[in-house]
């Protein structure tokens, strides 16, 4: 299993999974599987998910505005090439000051796992911080998972 989106917005917790099988170019995805729940995560989720913030302000090119206007929802994950690396799409809005509306913000895509063999060019790659972070979020988006499939199985 691997996420292919995490968000939260609303005090809402989406989450995309999808089941692989096989690799390479032979891999083909089975299931998909689409998590909505109303139950609030760790606070170090919330504290992974900001983590993200300066890779968002940096790459869509907000930097002089305040921090306190931009918040990240989460991020959307795509799997490619020959050998299957991970791209990241870091997804957020920026509240706008003179309307009562908010400007949606959404990153290039942007590899964030490579295999040695890969060969992205170098602007095409996410800094190593934000790696860091990325990797942070997804471990609490697991832990979630983990904890709603739980409550889901001791309920069923």
């Known amino acids: ?3 292919k989106k995490i968000k939260y917005s609303d005090s809402q917790v989406h989450l995309e999974l999808e089941n692989v ?3 390479g170019d032979e891999q083909t995805a089975k299931d998909v599987i689409s998590i909505k729940s109303g139950k609030e995560p760790r606070e170090e989720f919330h504290v992974a998910r900001r983590g993200l913030k300066n890779a968002l302000i940096e790459l869509c090119e907000v930097q002089g505005l305040p921090k306190d ?3 990240v929802t989460g991020v959307s994950l795509a799997y490619k090439g020959e050998y299957d690396d991970m791209h990241c799409v870091i997804t957020g809005y920026r509240t ?3 309307s009562a509306g908010s400007q949606p913000l959404n990153t290039p895509q942007k ?4 295999t040695e063999e ?3 060019e ?3 790659i996410l800094d190593e911080k934000t790696i860091e972070s990325l990797k942070a979020f ?3 988006a697991e832990e979630y998972y983990r904890g709603t499939k739980l409550q889901t199985e001791l309920l069923a």
């Open 1 to 3: 299993m691997r996420f």
């Open 21 to 23: 099988t096989g690799g």
């Open 69 to 71: 206007a931009i918040t």
């Open 96 to 98: 706008l000051k003179n």
């Open 111 to 114: 590899a964030a796992e490579l």
């Open 118 to 120: 890969s060969k992205p």
């Open 122 to 124: 170098p602007g095409d």
């Open 138 to 140: 997804i471990a609490e």
